[in-house]
């Protein structure tokens, strides 16, 4: 676990970690937790070859020298070219590795009184405040689009194929860009940064309970990943949670 103190009156708790699961022999998700300033990664892989592989540990590498090169200095155009330089570096991977070479790239990071959610693909963020657990990221998948305009319902087969159907993530062909979110903590807050092992796996009410818990950051990820492992442990799971609290 890292704290790291805030000139704006609060200060940061953090953990993460990961887990394989039951279904594949090894883990194809990244977590990166950073100190000081405060940055946090989760990346989820595409399949389970070299290329997912690959495809994370590049993607957050770069991403995070990216920022480090930055020396303090982030804001939403930061952010997008620290994106933009871990899609090349991904594309070009995938290009000596010949296979699919992708992952998705969710972060948290800290600069001066705010926090930036960079969002790219389906793993996601999620923020809990006066009791209510909020999804701050959008799922970039056929899927979540298929849902929100109506074109099949959430649980039906069409929707669960569409789960795999990704519009955006690092090693795209197109190499979209990432959705960029400003917001400002206030003590009490809770984040969370998950991969879709524990998002698909881990009920909402559940990912609340946790949360709105007293335990520290460390033993809530060590929670949420047992879930996801008791669920089935389809897939890889990961988890960052971050907790806001006085200076």
């Given at each position: 676990m890292t704290e790291v103190s805030s000139a704006a009156g609060f200060a940061l708790r953090a953990a993460g970690g990961s887990v394989v699961g039951r279904r594949y022999a090894d883990n194809f998700?990244?977590?990166?937790?950073?100190?000081?300033?405060?940055?946090?990664?989760?990346?989820?892989?595409?399949?389970?070859?070299?290329?997912?592989?690959?495809?994370?540990?590049?993607?957050?590498?770069?991403?995070?020298?990216?920022?480090?090169?930055?020396?303090?200095?982030?804001?939403?155009a930061t952010l997008r070219v620290a994106v933009a330089r871990a899609q090349a570096e991904v594309r070009a991977a995938?290009?000596?590795?010949?296979?699919?070479?992708?992952?998705?790239?969710?972060?948290?990071?800290?600069?001066?009184?705010?926090?930036?959610?960079?969002?790219?693909?389906?793993?996601?963020?999620?923020?809990?405040?006066?009791?209510?657990?909020?999804l701050l990221t959008t799922d970039h998948t056929m899927a979540w689009l298929g849902a929100v305009n109506g074109w099949y319902a959430f649980d039906s087969p069409e929707a669960r194929a569409a789960r795999y159907q990704l519009t955006r993530y690092l090693g795209h062909?197109?190499?979209?860009?990432?959705?960029?979110?400003?917001?400002?903590?206030?003590?009490?807050?809770?984040?969370?940064?998950?991969?879709?092992?524990?998002?698909?796996?881990?009920?909402?009410?559940?990912?609340?309970?946790?949360?709105a818990s007293s335990a520290p950051p460390a033993e809530q990820v060590g929670r949420l990943l047992a879930d996801a492992d008791a669920a089935g442990g389809q897939d890889n799971a990961s988890a960052v949670v971050v907790r806001v609290i006085p200076a």
């Open positions: 998700d990244v977590v990166h937790l950073r100190e000081e300033p405060l940055l946090a990664v989760v990346a989820d892989g595409m399949g389970d070859g070299e290329g997912s592989r690959a495809a994370g540990r590049t993607g957050v590498a770069v991403f995070g020298e990216q920022l480090s090169a930055a020396e303090g200095a982030v804001d939403a995938g290009r000596r590795i010949g296979g699919l070479t992708g992952c998705t790239l969710t972060a948290l990071v800290a600069a001066g009184t705010a926090l930036w959610i960079v969002q790219l693909g389906d793993s996601r963020a999620y923020r809990l405040r006066d009791g209510l657990l909020e062909p197109a190499q979209p860009e990432p959705d960029v979110l400003n917001i400002a903590p206030r003590p009490g807050d809770v984040l969370l940064l998950c991969s879709d092992g524990v998002a698909e796996q881990v009920p909402y009410q559940r990912i609340q309970e946790v949360l």
